[in-house]
């Protein structure tokens, strides 16, 4: 009996230590922002200098007009790139899943905009945006087009950030669809084909409901960085012009550089902490529910395929 409760237990002794490193290295950062977020604090201070003053932070923020209009763009952003790049990566994926002369090399192509880093990716495109030098202007002149103006007009510059995200990261979602969409059973396709279903209606009623528990990760994953987005901002407008492109984590790290205060971009930080989780724990339910009907239309398809 004695033995057999050792042999239970060493599984998790021998994992305790990375997961006790793993538990500080996450929660006790995450603990100090919730707790810096209650705080009147300044980079002049030690966070036990500060004083307490509670939701005070919080309430702040209600109140803050830039800090909603930054929340409403991050939301507009993160809903176009993510929505705009998961029909191109999906759609790239089902034209490229095929044997064509070549298509190793236009594979490679297609993922080399995410291996640049964002700031080089943000100075790329601002040279491109310049007003006078910028090849886009420069085509728009030449073919006798008045120019754009790309980072000094609030609406262009909005749509000028989102084509930079786009052209960046829709490689992130063409790699992982494709790689789902060859790893589908081939027997559900064959099946398909003996029935006499399309092209369309093997990717509608087949591929894509196979592929959706991958397709919803994929999602997941690109909705926490697109809230999270940065380095291309910074460098294309720097939130500007006014406020049009200050998504929520330039103005955290605003507040908490230029404006000195840091408490309030701690309790900015846990709203879009927040906000993330809500995305992420109902993408799982959803996932959850996505991965019980996959798993019985494979099933059914083995079936018909036997």
Do not use: C
Request: net charge neutral; charged share 15%; glycine share 6%.
């Amino acid at each position: 009996m004695q033995t057999a409760n050792v042999n239970r237990l060493t599984p998790y002794l021998f994992l305790a230590p990375a997961g006790i490193i793993m538990a500080v290295a996450l929660l006790y950062p995450i603990g100090y922002m919730i707790y810096a977020s209650f705080l009147d604090w300044n980079p002049s201070q030690r966070i036990g200098e500060a004083e307490f003053i509670g939701l005070r932070n919080y309430l702040n923020l209600l109140g803050d007009a830039a800090f909603r209009e930054s929340f409403w763009v991050t939301l507009k952003f993160a809903a176009i790139v993510v929505t705009v790049e998961m029909l191109l990566g999906v759609g790239l994926a089902l034209l490229l899943d095929r044997n064509i002369r070549g298509m190793s090399l236009l594979r490679t192509l297609f993922i080399l905009p995410m291996m640049i880093a964002p700031v080089v990716v943000g100075l790329m495109w601002r040279y491109m945006y310049h007003p006078t030098v910028g090849i886009f202007n420069r085509t728009l002149k030449s073919l006798g087009l008045e120019p754009i103006p790309w980072l000094s007009d609030g609406n262009w510059a909005f749509a000028s950030v989102i084509i930079a995200d786009i052209w960046q990261w829709t490689p992130f979602i063409f790699i992982l669809s494709l790689a789902a969409l060859q790893s589908l059973p081939q027997s559900a396709m064959e099946a398909s084909r003996i029935d006499g279903a399309t092209g369309w209606q093997q990717i509608i009623h087949i591929k894509l409901p196979l592929m959706m528990p991958v397709l919803i990760v994929t999602l997941l994953l690109r909705l926490i960085d697109a809230f999270k987005v940065l380095e291309v901002i910074l460098v294309l407008t720097n939130g500007g012009p006014g406020l049009s492109t200050e998504i929520l984590s330039l103005r955290i790290s605003r507040t908490a550089s230029e404006f000195r205060e840091l408490g309030e971009a701690a309790a900015m930080s846990n709203v879009l902490l927040i906000l993330l989780m809500i995305l992420t724990f109902a993408m799982f339910a959803y996932s959850k529910a996505v991965e019980i009907r996959t798993a019985r239309l494979r099933a059914a398809a083995e079936e018909t395929a036997i």
